[in-house]
């Protein structure tokens, strides 16, 4: 961590903001939250403090509105999940992030939360992961890909898809905290993968299976297809296309 970040986090309880929204994936959520739950005051944010279906069917309550929260997070995390694609398409969410993230000291996500990050503005510049079917609407969006399981470039911190938010979480902590911090986090969670299979990436897995996650996820065409929407509208509105 720079000298300059570790001058805005003083010795005081961290302020972790954690953005969900319709549609998210419980374990982009849950997986970090329960990491940065030893270290920090999370707030899970929402527009409303009304429970927030998950892409599996449960839900989760808020425990703080995008009005309420503070101008002093540590981190801004944003999740992913099947809901992605419609929420590239809600300005007023984009918006918050984009305000949020002017004055956290740390930018994150996992999953595809790195698409959101991209749209509201926040990894101009910046390499990225994501969740590994959503790489195209990431470089749509003029994002550098980088295809670890944890992205650090610089305070942009993002994690592939769903089980690498526990990853991620680990090295967020490691960078503000230290790596005493994220070894005993490690610990508590007693996080010691040890797969029965070799699938979790599409470098292993056996074709058959990757096309049948790919057909499954049409979601994917229509987040390009925002994308590239989203990029088309920034380019007639620049100054270049006015002249």
């Not at 992961?129 to 749509?140: M, Q, S, V």
């Not at 650090?152 to 993002?158: A, G, L």
Request: glycine residues 10%; proline residues 6%.
């Amino acid at each position: 961590m720079s000298d300059e970040l570790s001058r805005k986090i003083e010795d005081r309880q961290l302020q972790i903001g954690m953005v969900i929204f319709p549609g998210f994936t419980l374990q982009d959520l849950a997986g970090p939250q329960t990491a940065f739950g030893l270290h920090a005051k999370t707030h899970i944010i929402w527009k409303t403090m009304e429970p927030v279906p998950t892409d599996m069917g449960v839900t989760m309550n808020p425990t703080i509105t995008m009005d309420g929260v503070p101008d002093n997070l540590d981190v801004l995390f944003v999740a992913g999940g099947a809901g992605t694609p419609e929420i590239m398409k809600d300005q007023a969410f984009l918006d918050f992030i984009a305000r949020a993230g002017k004055t956290a000291t740390y930018i994150t996500a996992a999953c595809t939360g790195s698409v959101l990050l991209a749209m509201a503005g926040l990894l101009e510049g910046y390499r990225a992961a994501t969740y590994w079917p959503f790489y195209e609407p990431l470089i749509a969006l003029g994002i550098e890909p980088s295809y670890e399981r944890v992205c650090v470039d610089r305070n942009r911190i993002t994690g592939g898809g769903v089980t690498a938010g526990i990853d991620f979480a680990l090295r967020v902590i490691a960078e503000i905290k230290g790596q005493e911090a994220a070894e005993f986090t490690q610990l508590v969670l007693e996080y010691d993968p040890q797969p029965t299979m070799n699938s979790g990436n599409p470098r292993t897995a056996r074709p058959e299976i990757v096309a049948q996650i790919k057909g499954l996820w049409g979601r994917t065409d229509e987040a390009v297809r925002v994308a590239k929407a989203h990029m088309a509208r920034r380019v007639r509105s620049s100054p270049l296309a006015a002249a």
